[in-house]
C-alpha cells in the first residue's frame, strides 16, 4: 500500500511514502542484527502505567499513542528511520519529495504490471534523489501485513526502472520471520518480470515464507506504480 499511511518520523502505518537516503546500486549495506541487523528500537506499545511520574505521564502518555499508531503489534523491532533511509540509498545527494495520485485506470494498469491481486493505493508520495544534477534513483516506503503484524520497506528504484535496493526500516512480527540481510541482497538489478518472483530469481526462505512473499509482492508493485507513473523512461522487461 503506497505513502498514505506512513508516519511523520518515516516508520508508518501500511502504505507507499518515506525519505531517507541512498544506498549503494547493486549491494546493501545492512547492520547485522542480533545474527541480522540491531534492533534501532524495541518498543513496548503499552509501558506499565506504574512506571509513570506525575511530571512525565503526560509526554509519556503521547508516546504510546504514537507507538500504537506506528504498529498493532505489542513489540516492534524498528531498525531505520524514514531519514536514515534515505541517506543511505542517496549520500551526498539532494532528496526532492514528489506527490502523485493514481487515477482508478492508472491504479489498474499498475496493478496489472505487478500480476496483483489487489489494487495499489491512489496516493503515491517518492524521494528522488538527485547528485550533480542527475537522478541516481527513486525511493518509495512500504508497509504492509505479513502474517498478522505489519513491515515497512524501502525500495529505491533505479533511473532505468530495476531494483536499486531493499531496506526493512521496522518488523513487528517476530524476528525468527525475518529473512537475513543477504537475502535482501538478491533484489538489485530485477526487473518487473518472473525473475522477480520468489523460487525463480528470489530463493525461498526456510521459516519465513509469509515475510518473502509479502516483500516480493511489495517490491513488484512499486516498480509497477513507478513504471505507470514514469511511461517516458526505458524501462525493464515487464511480465505480470
Partial sequence: MIASR???NGMGAPGFAGGVPPVTPGGLQRMPMRSRMPMRSRMPLMPDPG??????????AGRVVFALLLSRAALASVYLTQDEALKLAFPGATVE????FLTPERREEARKLAGADK???ALVVSYRGVRDGREVG????DTHLVRTQNETIMVVVSPSGTVQR?????????EEYLPRSNWYGQFPGKGLDDELRIRRGIRAVSGATLT????IEA??????????????RPAAAVTP
Avoid at 527513486?138 to 516506503?141: E, K
Avoid at 518473502?212 to 516483500?215: D, E, H, I, P, Q
Fill in 97 to 100: 519529495r514528489a506527490t502523485a
Fill in 212 to 215: 518473502a512473499r509479502a516483500t
Fill in 51 to 60: 512506571q509513570w511520574s506525575a511530571r512525565a505521564g503526560r509526554h509519556r
Fill in 6 to 8: 506512513l508516519l511523520s
Fill in 166 to 174: 531493499v531496506e526493512i526500516l521496522a518488523f513487528a512480527e517476530p
Fill in 119 to 121: 489494487l495499489p493505493d
Fill in 138 to 141: 527513486t525511493a518509495y516506503f
Fill in 219 to 232: 517490491v513488484r508493485r512499486i516498480l509497477a506504480v513507478h513504471r505507470v507513473l514514469h511511461p517516458e
